[in-house]
Each structure stands twice: as structure tokens, then as C-alpha cells.
């Protein structure tokens, strides 16, 4: 967490509404594979990083609420006895939404005002989404003694997506950025909802996140429809999720969906998979393999899942001629965004010059190189 960024949220909140704020701290997180397994029920390898959303609330005792952003700076004035959603890609809408859903557990929230700030890059797919909603249920839950879990909030926080972003998201960004263990990645079965932490020491390696600074507007209307592909290929099947689904099983209704769509199941079964066998990989120290399932996640998400972009694959690629790249592919929904690199620490500094460069003869712009540090979930800030 950034204190320049807690200190300038605090002080905001102070200047204007002359009270002192209870302030959160809620992550962004990254993912070292497992990609579009959440909503399959499957395995997903994430983790919470150092840069997030800050939020100062205070109950206000009067009939109107006062939500000001201050990286766009927009204020959104509301009651919280009337919220309807706003117009699409408000950002007030992952506002609204957690109120709208805590209302709906019967839970009451009074009006408050609240400041945000952050220093995830934005569309970098590194789920500033889902650090917004938690920063607010969890400053909601505090402030009015809502007497919510952990575990609570992150489904408020997904219904809220779905609700009032609507994105039909999975539950891995909310989990991760609610429950991150410093220096840990989480193996999370997105069915049970539980964790197995794997303390993250690379040795000589290091994961670097490479942001593309693009994001490809069909990104929302893709996701749901890969979403509703899975399920109705579920449904086919007679399961709960494809996470129920071997490859033989997928042969059995091959004749009946398209060959598009019978790669994108196949897909889903396969990243699970691969999900898996990182974990195995990394409890070994074999980074090795899991390099090669990283790559072969990206090969699947571009080939089979499409949800890559010409920029991501170019990347990709790059790294494909470099020893000292171990693994390498785009993190996230997709369309945009980072891709997440296992890099030896000796050559990162040689590589960030290359590509950088590479990049902007390519695409006449510049892509952003970011190490990550991994980092506690959303809680409150006592400095
Ligand atoms: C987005 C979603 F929000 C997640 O739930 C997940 O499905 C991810 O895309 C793809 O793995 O970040």
C-alpha cells in the first residue's frame, strides 16, 4: 500500500467534509493461471498486490450520500433510500450496486460520504473492479456494524457486478482481493470457496506484468458470452459447471455445438487442469513446468477461448526466444490489459529496455512494465 495515496485520500476527505475518515485499503490482484475457470467452478491461482483502491468514509447524518473519485475527479451524489443504477460504465455504479445489494440481505446502511483514490493502472486487468466493491462493502460493514463476513462481502461484491456493472463476473477478483496473504498466492477452488496459500519465493525468478495500456471495448458483452457458452454446454452435459466435465464427456455432445464453442469447453477443462498441475509444479520448485503450462494457458485463451488481442499475443511472443523467460501470458478477462511474465531477475532489467522498445515500434505506443509485490487483503488503514 502506497501512504502518499492514503495520505492524499484522508486529507481530501478531511478538506471537505471536516471530519476524520475510517479508511480501507482493498488490492487489485494478479493471476498466475486459471483463467475464466472461476465461473466453471474450477481452480484459479491468484493473488492480492500492493496497489489498490483507498477509501475514506464517514456517516454524514443527513438525507444525501457524496461519493467523490478523485482520479476522475467526479463527485455522485445519492440517497441511500433510492438507489437505482446509472447509465452503463458509470463508475458509480460499483457504488451503488454494493449498497443495492446489502439492502437486499435486509441489512440497512445509512447515508455517509466517502473519497476514493487508486493506483491500479486503469483496464490493465488487474481488477480495480473488484478492489472498488470490496473497499465498500468493507467500509459500509464497518462503519454501520453490518455484521458481515469476509466471505459475505465478496459475493455482495460479485452481485453488485453482475447487478449494476453487468459483467457476469466469477468470484476470483472479489476473493483475492479480499483475502490476499502477503508474499502468498491463493489455490482457490471457486466451488468450495477455499484456499491453499503458496508462499511465493522465486529464487532467481520473478513475476513481471507487462501492460498493453489498450483495452478492446467488446471486452464486457465477450465475457458474458463465454459465460452463457459454458454454461449451456453444462447444461448439455447434465452438470453443475464444466468443472464436472472430462474431455471423453465433452466428445459426447461434440456433434450437437459448434467446433467454436466445443474449443472454448475444452478450454475451460484444460486451463483447470493446468491450474492443477501449477500447483503440484510449484510445490515442487519446478518452474520449469509451470512455465510451460503459462504458456500453454495463453496458447488455449488465444487459440481456443479467444479472448486475446493482437497486442497481448505480440508480447506473448516476444518472450518466446528468451531463455530467461520461463512462462508468459495475458492475465485476466482479456481483450487488453498485462500479460504476466516469469522472468529471471537477472534479465529483467535488459528485457524491460527491449520490449519497451519493440513494443512502440509496433504499436506507436508505449506499453507499462510493472514488478509486483503480493500483499494482504482489503482491510482497514490504522497509519
Ligand atoms: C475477470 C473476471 F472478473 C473474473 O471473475 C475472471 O473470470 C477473469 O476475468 C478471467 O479469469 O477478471
Given at each position: 500500500m502506497?501512504?502518499?495515496?492514503?495520505?492524499?485520500?484522508?486529507?481530501?476527505?478531511?478538506?471537505?467534509?471536516?471530519?476524520?475518515?475510517?479508511?480501507?485499503?482493498?488490492?487489485?490482484?494478479i493471476?498466475?493461471?486459471?483463467?475464466?475457470?472461476d465461473?466453471?467452478?474450477?481452480?484459479?491461482?491468484?493473488?492480492?498486490?500492493n496497489?489498490?483502491i483507498?477509501?475514506?468514509?464517514?456517516?454524514?447524518?443527513?438525507?444525501?450520500?457524496?461519493?467523490?473519485?478523485?482520479?476522475?475527479?467526479?463527485?455522485?451524489?445519492?440517497s441511500v433510500d433510492?438507489?437505482?443504477?446509472?447509465?452503463?460504465?458509470?463508475?458509480?455504479?460499483?457504488?451503488?450496486?454494493?449498497?443495492?445489494?446489502?439492502?437486499?440481505?435486509?441489512?440497512?446502511?445509512?447515508?455517509?460520504?466517502?473519497?476514493?483514490?487508486?493506483?491500479?493502472?486503469?483496464?490493465?486487468?488487474?481488477?480495480?473492479?473488484?478492489?472498488?466493491?470490496?473497499?465498500?462493502?468493507?467500509?459500509?460493514?464497518?462503519?454501520?456494524?453490518?455484521?458481515l463476513?469476509?466471505?459475505?462481502?465478496?459475493?455482495?461484491?460479485?452481485?453488485?457486478?453482475?447487478?449494476?456493472?453487468?459483467?457476469?463476473?466469477?468470484?476470483?477478483?472479489?476473493?483475492?482481493s479480499?483475502f490476499?496473504?502477503?508474499?502468498?498466492?491463493?489455490?482457490?477452488?471457486?466451488?468450495?470457496i477455499?484456499?491453499?496459500?503458496?508462499?511465493?519465493?522465486?529464487?532467481?525468478?520473478?513475476?513481471?506484468?507487462?501492460?498493453?495500456?489498450?483495452?478492446?471495448?467488446?471486452?464486457?458483452?465477450?465475457?458474458?458470452?463465454?459465460?452463457?457458452?459454458?454454461?449451456?454446454?453444462?447444461?448439455m452435459?447434465?452438470?453443475?459447471?464444466?468443472?464436472?466435465?472430462?474431455?471423453?464427456?465433452?466428445?459426447?455432445?461434440?456433434?450437437?455445438?459448434?467446433?467454436e464453442?466445443?474449443?472454448?469447453?475444452?478450454?475451460?477443462?484444460?486451463?483447470?487442469?493446468?491450474?492443477?498441475?501449477a500447483?503440484?509444479?510449484?510445490?515442487?520448485g519446478?518452474?520449469?513446468?509451470?512455465?510451460?503450462?503459462?504458456?500453454?494457458?495463453?496458447?488455449?485463451?488465444?487459440?481456443?477461448?479467444?479472448?486475446?488481442?493482437?497486442?497481448?499475443?505480440?508480447?506473448v511472443?516476444?518472450?518466446?526466444?528468451?531463455?530467461?523467460?520461463?512462462?508468459?501470458?495475458?492475465?485476466?478477462?482479456?481483450?487488453?490489459?498485462?500479460t504476466?511474465?516469469?522472468?529471471?531477475?537477472?534479465?529483467?532489467?535488459?528485457f524491460?529496455?527491449?520490449i519497451?522498445?519493440?513494443?512502440?515500434?509496433?504499436?506507436?505506443?508505449?506499453c507499462?512494465?510493472y514488478?509486483?509485490?503480493?500483499?494482504?487483503?482489503?482491510?482497514?488503514?490504522?497509519?
Amino acid at each position: 500500500m502506497n501512504k502518499a495515496l492514503v495520505n492524499k485520500v484522508k486529507e481530501t476527505f478531511v478538506d471537505k467534509f471536516n471530519t476524520q475518515p475510517l479508511v480501507v485499503f482493498s488490492p487489485g490482484r494478479i493471476n498466475i493461471i486459471g483463467e475464466h475457470t472461476d465461473y466453471n467452478d474450477g481452480f484459479v491461482f491468484p493473488a492480492a498486490v500492493n496497489k489498490g483502491i483507498v477509501a475514506a468514509f464517514q456517516k454524514n447524518d443527513s438525507d444525501t450520500s457524496l461519493a467523490y473519485a478523485i482520479d476522475v475527479d467526479d463527485t455522485l451524489e445519492f440517497s441511500v433510500d433510492n438507489i437505482q443504477p446509472l447509465a452503463k460504465e458509470s463508475w458509480g455504479n460499483y457504488v451503488l450496486g454494493v449498497i443495492a445489494e446489502i439492502q437486499k440481505k435486509g441489512l440497512s446502511v445509512g447515508n455517509f460520504n466517502v473519497v476514493f483514490s487508486g493506483n491500479i493502472p486503469a483496464g490493465s486487468g488487474m481488477s480495480s473492479s473488484a478492489a472498488l466493491e470490496n473497499s465498500v462493502v468493507f467500509g459500509l460493514n464497518e462503519l454501520f456494524n453490518l455484521g458481515l463476513t469476509r466471505e459475505d462481502m465478496i459475493f455482495i461484491s460479485q452481485k453488485a457486478e453482475h447487478n449494476y456493472v453487468g459483467v457476469n463476473c466469477g468470484i476470483m477478483d472479489q476473493y483475492a482481493s479480499m483475502f490476499g496473504i502477503k508474499n502468498h498466492a491463493l489455490l482457490l477452488d471457486c466451488r468450495s470457496i477455499e484456499a491453499q496459500p503458496f508462499h511465493i519465493d522465486f529464487e532467481g525468478y520473478e513475476l513481471m506484468l507487462i501492460n498493453t495500456n489498450v483495452k478492446h471495448s467488446l471486452s464486457d458483452s465477450a465475457y458474458n458470452d463465454r459465460r452463457s457458452v459454458c454454461e449451456s454446454i453444462s447444461e448439455m452435459l447434465n452438470i453443475k459447471a464444466l468443472r464436472d466435465a472430462t474431455e471423453n464427456d465433452l466428445e459426447t455432445v461434440k456433434d450437437k455445438v459448434t467446433e467454436e464453442n466445443y474449443q472454448k469447453a475444452l478450454f475451460v477443462i484444460q486451463e483447470n487442469k493446468r491450474a492443477e498441475l501449477a500447483s503440484k509444479a510449484m510445490s515442487d520448485g519446478d518452474l520449469k513446468t509451470l512455465g510451460e503450462l503459462i504458456y500453454g494457458s495463453h496458447h488455449g485463451l488465444q487459440h481456443q477461448y479467444k479472448v486475446s488481442c493482437e497486442e497481448l499475443d505480440y508480447l506473448v511472443d516476444q518472450t518466446k526466444e528468451n531463455d530467461h523467460i520461463l512462462g508468459a501470458r495475458m492475465m485476466g478477462g482479456g481483450f487488453g490489459g498485462c500479460t504476466i511474465n516469469l522472468i529471471a531477475k537477472s534479465a529483467v532489467n535488459d528485457f524491460k529496455t527491449k520490449i519497451s522498445e519493440l513494443y512502440k515500434n509496433k504499436f506507436g505506443k508505449d506499453c507499462s512494465i510493472y514488478s509486483v509485490e503480493l500483499a494482504d487483503g482489503t482491510g482497514l488503514v490504522t497509519v
